[in-house]
């Protein structure tokens, strides 16, 4: 089936690979809890913080995905998928469907085929997959600085120069911590690592950011070797 | 003059007079059916609250849900803990003012979702053992597990869909846990601690010691709380006659405060996951034109009280910005927990944490009868013995 507007982008790209990626998120066993077909009601829209301040819709993403429309869908896939706020409002569609899972497993698919438009708007995010893949916690006190936060005012500033004596002035015990939301036991980094090496995510990472990827992996590495693991052992078991 | 003239028409009924008791079938399947066929067949174990160690609360289609009273394994926000410590030590401190036994644990991750909903740079298997590996942990510590985070909450019932319904995925998760000498186990409920503190709502009333009669709060419920697997969020029909989740507004209304509506409530508050730290444009618009501004307009609130991380971090930070612009916002933005901690008299800066909030909160102290220039003072003594060597840290029996 053709595109429904006629001067969609990215015509060079072949059919088959869009029909290829079209397939791929179709494949994922989530899709047929996230798409029932379409009333074109736009409560899903209505209800989207991110269709207020972007070009963006969530009816688009059920239509073009019902409509099988695989050019659209590459566009989307290049393009305003990333805007998505991931909040969910849009459940309140009436026919169940699920704009934000459809887009869930479409960002999936861009990231495990290394798609530049992921690489992009991944690009200043990067550091924090690192935190989280690293520690186990996705941000840590220690990130509370000016210059990463300029528009949260002069408290933090405050924090960034009081932090190490602000976070020991906090009574449970596993908030002492700067580098870290808490203190994580060196067991539970380990068993988190393995995770991420069975499950096949740190695969997806090197696809993503071979950057981050290699700063992750010595990280890994040393506590692997540690307890008596090789990362390039330990089978993908997904 | 006819005689049906005579008759007076009663009208529609006034709204506390109208309930909604579902009579039909529930509109969907009930996960428990499934989690226990699983562990029947033996091949998942079923993390049951002990007996006597729960209260039963209605959710969204009248089905029961137990939330349990103590003895419970803490599953902490990175959020919170990282940028809102005092989110996470009042709900601590809730357990301990209360009597209650709990675990504050070393042994758990976050669940990884925040990145997970940002970047999609994971996959379900992942996503899933690390789901179980915390609460096979939590099994195996011997406490039943508590969520703080609205994201953890709901990303882990859309994990508990996907194994109860994909063997495959079941399969994956089953091979990854067995590496790690772990056995593959899910609760019975996936508890937040915002209904907990729902559930405890009386218990926190009668240890009530300010008077909040007069401070007017509009309540933010959580997207991640209430839009994803909605079956399972509590509603009350005592509270917006069933129409809207009740967590968070119960807690507000037990205490007294003005509980005050306004017309964007089921908006989100902006977060975006990715957005909040790397397009903060967006997310600071949401905030405050969707939600801060009109908030003031409809109710002037003197604060906001929220259940998820996410939320406190965005209507709270994103004010500082908007105010530079001339922006109708300055409402201070708490959890329930600092909210009732501060009722129940809690330090405001040794145990709520409030110093590391964006917005000036000490109009909201004022109004709730808190000395805040002497509790400041107390708080840098306490700073002040760490600086000298006399403490390593604040200690709870210091904070409380």
């Known amino acids: 089936m053709g595109s429904i507007y006629a001067d969609a982008k990215y015509q060079d790209v072949p059919v088959e690979e869009k029909e290829r990626l079209f397939q791929e998120v179709k494949a ?9 077909g379409c009333y074109e009601c736009g409560i899903c829209v209505a209800a989207c913080p991110s269709a207020r301040f972007y070009d963006f819709s969530p009816r688009v993403f059920a239509q073009v995905m019902a409509r099988e429309d695989v050019h659209t869908f590459y566009e989307l896939l290049n393009d305003s998928m990333w805007d ?41 995010y990067s550091r924090i997959i690192y935190k989280v893949m690293s520690t186990g916690t996705q941000v840590a006190p220690d990130m509370l600085q000016p210059d990463f936060f300029p528009d949260w005012g002069p408290d933090v500033v405050k924090v960034s120069e009081n932090l190490e004596t602000w976070r020991r002035a906090i009574p449970p015990e596993t908030l002492h911590t700067t580098e870290l939301a808490w203190d994580v036991s060196e ?13 096949g995510n740190l695969d997806m990472i090197e696809t993503l950011d071979e950057g981050i990827f290699m700063i992750l992996t010595e990280v890994m590495e040393e506590l692997l070797e540690e307890h008596g693991y090789d990362l390039d052992e330990v089978e993908v078991l997904v | 003059m006819s005689s049906k003239l005579n008759v007076i028409n009663p009208g529609p009924t006034k709204a506390k007079d109208r309930f909604f008791d579902r009579k039909g079938e529930v509109p969907t399947e009930y996960f428990k059916d499934q989690l226990f066929d699983l562990e029947a067949k033996g091949e998942i174990i079923v993390h049951r609250i002990e007996e006597g160690n729960y ?31 005092g989110y996470s030590t009042s709900i601590f401190w809730l357990h301990r003012q209360l009597g209650y036994n709990y675990y504050d644990p070393k042994d758990q991750t976050s669940c990884t979702a925040w990145n997970y909903y940002a970047s999609s740079a994971s996959n379900s298997a992942a996503q899933a053992a690390i789901a179980i590996r915390n609460f096979a942990q939590a099994y195996q510590d011997g406490y039943f597990p508590l969520i703080h985070c609205g994201t953890s909450y709901g990303h882990y019932k859309e994990t508990r869909n996907e194994i109860l319904h994909h063997q495959g995925l079941r399969d994956q998760v089953r091979r990854i846990l067995d590496k790690l000498g772990k056995p593959l186990v899910f609760p019975e409920e996936i508890v937040h601690y915002s209904e907990w503190v729902h559930a405890m709502r009386d218990q926190i009333k009668a240890r009530q010691k300010l008077d909040l009669s ?25 509270l917006y006659d069933g129409q809207r989740t009740a967590t968070v507004s119960g807690i507000v209304k037990a205490l007294g405060a003005d509980l005050q509506d306004y017309s964007t409530w089921h908006d989100c508050c902006g977060f975006g996951f990715r957005h909040i ?44 910005a908007a105010k530079a612009h001339n922006r109708n916002v300055g409402i201070p933005v708490l959890s329930d927990s600092q909210f009732a901690a501060l009722a129940m008299g809690a330090h405001p800066y040794k145990v709520c944490q409030l110093h590391w909030h964006g917005v000036d909160n000490r109009p909201l102290m004022e109004k709730m009868g808190i000395d805040h220039e002497k509790a400041w003072a107390e708080f840098e003594e306490q700073v002040e013995r760490i600086k000298s060597g006399e403490i390593e840290f604040l200690s709870w029996e210091d904070a409380e």
Request: glycine share 4%; hydrophobic share 35%; with cysteine.
């Open chain 2, 55 to 85: 209260v039963e609360v209605d959710t969204k289609y009248g089905r029961k849900k137990k939330i349990p009273i103590q003895n419970t394994w803490h599953h902490k926000s990175c959020g919170q803990c990282g940028h809102i410590p």
């Open chain 1, 84 to 124: 998505c706020s991931q909040c969910f409002s849009c459940t309140r569609c009436p026919r169940q469907n699920s704009p934000g899972g459809i887009i869930t497993i479409m960002r999936e698919v861009a990231v495990k085929n290394g798609m530049q438009s992921a690489k992009t708007a991944l690009q200043a």
């Open chain 1, 28 to 36: 994922d066993m989530r899709w047929h809890t996230t798409l029932y």
């Open chain 2, 214 to 238: 007069n401070v007017v709060v509009t309540v933010h419920p959580a997207c991640h709380y209430h839009k994803l697997v909605v079956e399972d969020a509590i509603y009350d029909r005592d």
């Open chain 1, 187 to 199: 067991q539970t980094q380990l068993e988190l690592y393995l995770i991420w090496k069975l499950s």
């Open chain 2, 277 to 320: 730290l790397v397009s903060r444009d967006f997310s600071r618009s949401f905030a405050t034109l969707r939600k801060i501004e009109r908030m003031k307009e409809e109710a002037n609130p003197d604060v906001v009280i929220t259940h998820d991380t996410g939320c406190v971090t965005t209507l709270d930070k994103s004010q500082f």
